[in-house]
Nanobody, 115 residues
Framework: QVQLVESGGGLVQPGGSLRLSCAAS????????MGWYRQAPGKQRELVAT?????STNYADSVKGRFTISNAKNTVYLQMNSLKPEDTAVYYC???????????WGQGTQVTVSS
């Protein structure tokens, strides 16, 4: 029922920045958690950052101090600074609500960090 549309991926040099956006097709009024995951070739999908409806954030150790997750109306953002080649992955937006019983994923956006 809920669609997540991602944008903002692309090619950037090491040390550069990108801002990812994920827009939900509807407003979630109750408790929810939105987050960003990423999956590099040959790797498991891993959590990057989350933000709750109350504004609480959480980050993977590998991105702390470099990435910032934020939320505006129906949209979650991931500001990525000081990008490293190891950040190269497909980034997926995720939404969970109704006590985690409902989960939605975006289709992914490619982030490539390379010289």
């Amino acid at each position: 029922q809920v669609q997540l549309v991602e944008s903002g991926g692309g090619l950037v040099q090491p040390g550069g920045s990108l801002r990812l956006s994920c827009a939900a097709s509807t407003t979630i009024l109750g408790f929810y958690v939105m987050g960003w995951y990423r999956q590099a070739p040959g790797k498991q999908r891993e959590l990057v950052a989350t933000i709750t409806s109350s504004g609480s954030t959480n980050y993977a150790d590998s991105v702390k101090g470099r990435f910032t997750i934020s939320n505006a109306k129906n949209t979650v953002y991931l500001q990525m600074n000081s990008l490293k080649p190891e950040d190269t992955a497909v980034y997926y937006c995720h939404l969970a609500f109704s006590a985690g019983t409902l989960n939605y994923w975006g289709q992914g956006t490619q982030v490539t960090v390379s010289s």
